[in-house]
Structures are given as structure tokens and as C-alpha cells.
């Protein structure tokens, strides 16, 4: 922001730099259930009618998301369009907030494997803005945000790894508490990264520190989720005895919490058939057929 010489400018000023680091109250992270964006969106939509204006516009971002996590992407940018003249008088985590959801439009784990060079440049653009103004405003939540999504631009897995390391390396000088809650999955995408890899001892290491951070949350899913990252590790390293246990069990763990997981019952198709055990090989398979959606 430039500095105005006249007592009345600097008076604006001042007033829209308050403007632009004003917190926000609404706690957007508890509005939201990533499984189920069409529920989020009435609850953003909900949340709206006592937002003040710079949280109004920062609740249109997120509805703008919840199109994009359904694929409806030019929905999604159709519901971002009206902010984009009001970018210059909201506050700096709007802003952020703005460029993120635009970039998410053009890449995201959501678009297709063949997602356009032009619209990953796109979205490049997009999500470097975002990571330039998150930085300059101290939000390391969002810088980190814009990291992470770095790997939907930059697909090869060198790039990959290398993006998903910077925005770890974000987290681990950050002392913000927000920015720390990314511990788990990015620690989850570097394993991933090395898995596929082939270092396998390095992606277990961070698959283990993503599961501590799992479990020090005290998300009973996604520590689940983290234990079957491991074991498919396992797997990979024919250590299938102690896949098998770790998979057995959580399908125990899926079924008793009332959502059997598909995902379970691949892998152990998988493994029996790696140990020569068809009958089982056979049963998982049946489970899984079973349970994905045709």
C-alpha cells in the first residue's frame, strides 16, 4: 500500500489498512465437511446472513470451493467473478483467499490427470499471488495452502516432492497453531511422494509423523487413514504379514465406526493374492465390488 501525503489520504489509509487486517470471526474451518461440499455450502450460505462484509466475501470464496470440489468449475469461477472488483477494499486474508479458490478452478486434485498446460499456467499464477500476499500479511495457514497446491501445477513427482518439502519446510519455521494443523497431511504428501519413489524407510518415517499428528488431533478417521498409509508401505516392501494385520484390523475399526472402507478391501484383495491366498484374494474382492459406487 503507498503512503499518502495529505492528513485526509493518510487518514484513508490508515483506516484501510485496519480494514485489511481485521480477523476474521467466523471460524471457517468448523463450517466446513470436505466429504459433503454441497452441505458445506448451505452452511456457508447460512453463516452469510450474519457475516459482516469483508466475512461475506470471504464465505463466497468458500462457496466458490465447494462448486470446484463437485467439478463444477466454471461455476465455481462464475461465483468468484463479483468479488473481483471489491479485491482492492477487503482484507488481506480475503484476498489470499480469492486467488486460492480462483487457482483451485484451474488445478486441484479434483481436475483430470490431463488437466490443460494453459490452465495449470493459469492456475500458477494464481496460487503465486496468493502465496505472495499470505507472506507479506504473516497468514502462514494460506501461504502453506498455496504451497500444497503447487503439486496440481507442477505434476511430475521431482516437482512434486519439491513443492510439498517447501510448504513443509513453511510449516516446521512457522509458530502460528493454524499453520501447524498442515503437519499431518503434508507430512502424508512427502510420504506419498517418496512411496512412489521407492524410498520406502523415508516414506514410512513421515508417514509416522503424520499419524502422531493425526492422533494428537484426535481425528479417529484420518488416524485410520494414516495406519492404512503405512501398511500399504508394507505392502510395497513385502512385509506382508504386518500389512495384512494393520489392514484386518482396520477393517474391523471401519465396520465397527458404520463405514466399511473400499479402499481396506482393495488392499487386502491385494496382499492375499501377493501371499498366494486365493479363497480370501476372492472374498476381498467380492467386498469390494460390493461397496464401490457403479
Not at 156 to 167: I, M, S, V
Amino acid at each position: 500500500m503507498h503512503r499518502k501525503t495529505s492528513v485526509r489520504n493518510t487518514a484513508t489509509a490508515l483506516l484501510l489498512l485496519l480494514t485489511l487486517h481485521n480477523a476474521m470471526a467466523i471460524d471457517i474451518a468448523a463450517l466446513w465437511k470436505y466429504s459433503k461440499p454441497a452441505e458445506s455450502e448451505a452452511r456457508f450460505r447460512a453463516a452469510i446472513n450474519d457475516a459482516s462484509p469483508d466475512e461475506a466475501f470471504i464465505l463466497q470464496t468458500q462457496i466458490a470451493r465447494t462448486f470446484g470440489l463437485r467439478r463444477q468449475f466454471d461455476t465455481a469461477r462464475a461465483t468468484l467473478a463479483p468479488l473481483e472488483p471489491r479485491l482492492a477494499t477487503v482484507s488481506a486474508e480475503a484476498q489470499v483467499r480469492y486467488y486460492l479458490e480462483l487457482g483451485r478452478t484451474f488445478a486441484s486434485a479434483t481436475h483430470p490427470p490431463d488437466n490443460p498446460a494453459a490452465s495449470r499456467e493459469t492456475a500458477r499464477h494464481h496460487f503465486m499471488r496468493a502465496f505472495s500476499l499470505a507472506q507479506a500479511a504473516a497468514l502462514d495457514n494460506l501461504a502453506i495452502d498455496a504451497l500444497h497446491m503447487m503439486p496440481s501445477v507442477d505434476t511430475e513427482p521431482t516437482q512434486q516432492l519439491a513443492w510439498n518439502e517447501k510448504a513443509l519446510a513453511y510449516l516446521e519455521q512457522s509458530t502460528q497453531p493454524d499453520a501447524k494443523r498442515w503437519e499431518a497431511s503434508l507430512r502424508n504428501n512427502v510420504g506419498y511422494a517418496r512411496h512412489l519413489a521407492g524410498e520406502y524407510d523415508e516414506a514410512l518415517r513421515q508417514y509416522r509423523l503424520s499419524l502422531a499428528a493425526h492422533e494428537r488431533a484426535g481425528n479417529a478417521s484420518a488416524v485410520r487413514i494414516a495406519h492404512w498409509m503405512i501398511a500399504s508401505t508394507y505392502r510395497a516392501q513385502k512385509r506382508f504379514d504386518e500389512a495384512i494385520a494393520i489392514q484386518l484390523r482396520l477393517e474391523r475399526e471401519w465396520a465397527a465406526a458404520g463405514e466399511p472402507d473400499p479402499y481396506v478391501f482393495e488392499e487386502l484383495e491385494h496382499l492375499y493374492r501377493a501371499t498366494h491366498d486365493e479363497e480370501k484374494a476372492n472374498l476381498y474382492q467380492a467386498k469390494l465390488k460390493a461397496h464401490t459406487p457403479q
